[in-house]
């Protein structure tokens, strides 16, 4: 970690304590969220595309070294890019092997199965695939829930970075939908804590008293309730944002992200809140470090394939008529790649160039999805005559 040449090598006493803590909370969660893994691994193996050597490639380790395994994908990797993660693994990988004392099995191979089966086990319970028909399962929405739910239960802070359109937002959307304690629709999260969220959104114009008077707010609605039960959580919308503003907002973040409250204020157990600070980049390590960060990188291009909306949106429109239009497409392009001055940017100028088979599809001016600027925004705020309802 140290030999990182940015924010991602500070690290400090605090991150063995968070290790620990985190670890001690994946096992107390092990009847439920561990039960659940090894359910979704067993209807991996049953599925028709599972190859015969993957039984064989999986290893169980006890329930005491999954949670210092995922605690570590928690504390350390998350904060990592790519290329980066992959070195660490290497790194780590014989004294994963050790603890497992179990030389054969190769550590960074468990360390990534038991990441990844956790993280998509989690992601499936989130998701409702009958209510949420358009919601891609990539890889940054799946780390950013899977580190959003155990640092909000566990009440550590976490900043999450990344560039715009990397699923943050909806990531926290999703995740208090999905956390409402006993009342939960999934019985995963009838174990865990009944979640309240209070966005602030920052800018340059920000204020100390308006980010303290959040917690405030955050800490007033946890006293007298069962902490055990119940988590306020704080969220910083384009924290980054406030580093700008001339009141220096961000000051008042040390003690309130240690303790939940000012210097000269006695700590209490209800002040401590839960809290996601989400920024397009990195605020400085002082403030960082007091918390987990994960760090979002640009997606590769299979993920780029997964999440492509223009694409789901022209299945869906050829799903739904039996062909495709010229109309459809143009909808479908428009809606994805529109909104720039036409004379600057023309998307349909573009593809029809790259993809002259356009002009070849039959053409249903009249009764076809709206291509005109007002038609795309009522489309986009109703969902009516677009292939993505």
């Known amino acids: 970690m140290r030999r990182q040449q940015d924010e991602c090598s500070f690290v400090s006493l605090r991150d063995i304590q968070r290790f620990l803590d985190v670890a001690k909370w994946f096992y107390s969660q092990r009847t439920t969220l561990y039960l659940a893994m090894e359910s979704l691994h067993s209807e991996r193996l ?8 993957r039984a064989n490639d999986y290893f169980q380790p006890t329930d005491e070294i999954r949670s210092l395994l995922l605690s570590i994908g ?13 070195e660490y693994v290497r790194a780590i990988s014989s004294d994963i092997s050790s603890l497992l004392d179990n030389r054969l099995v190769k550590g960074s191979n468990i360390l990534s199965q038991q990441l990844t089966l956790c993280q ?24 950013n829930v899977f580190m959003m739910i155990v640092c909000i239960e566990t009440r550590i802070p976490l900043f999450v970075i990344g560039k715009p359109g990397s699923s943050k937002s909806l990531s926290k959307a999703m995740v208090l939908d999905a956390m409402k304690g006993g009342t939960s629709k ?20 920000a204020t100390p008293s308006g980010i303290v008077g959040v917690f405030q707010h955050c800490a007033t609605f946890q006293e007298k309730k069962n902490l055990d039960e ?25 003690p309130l992200l240690e303790d939940g409250c000012l210097g000269n204020e006695a700590p209490e157990p209800h002040k401590k809140c839960a809290f996601i600070g989400i920024s397009n980049w990195a605020l400085d390590p002082a403030k960082m470090n007091r918390g987990i960060f994960i760090q979002i990188g640009v997606p590769a291009t299979n993920e780029l394939e997964v999440i492509a909306s223009l694409i789901k949106m022209v299945v869906n429109f ?15 392009i428009k809606r994805n790649f529109g909104g720039f001055d036409m004379e600057i940017f023309d998307p349909m100028t573009i593809f029809r160039k790259h993809c002259p088979a356009i002009e070849s599809l039959k053409k249903e001016p009249k009764s076809g999805p709206p291509t005109d600027s007002i038609g795309l925004i009522k489309s986009s705020l109703f969902g009516s005559s677009t292939g993505l309802v």
């Open 46 to 53: 049953d599925t028709p595309f599972n190859t015969p050597n």
């Open 74 to 86: 928690v504390c350390y990797l998350a904060r990592l890019e790519e290329k980066t993660r992959q």
């Open 120 to 143: 998509d086990m989690l992601i499936n319970e989130v998701v409702d695939s009958s209510q949420h028909k358009n919601i891609a399962k990539n890889k940054a929405l799946k780390e």
């Open 186 to 205: 999934r019985e995963l999260f009838r174990a865990m804590k009944d979640t309240y969220m209070v966005s602030f959104q920052c800018s340059k114009h």
């Open 230 to 254: 119940f988590v306020s959580v704080v969220v910083l919308d384009e924290v980054g944002l406030a580093e700008d503003s001339e009141n220096m907002p961000l000051k008042t973040l040390h």
């Open 318 to 332: 050829a799903r739904g008529t039996g062909y495709l239009t010229v109309e459809q497409v143009e909808h479908s």
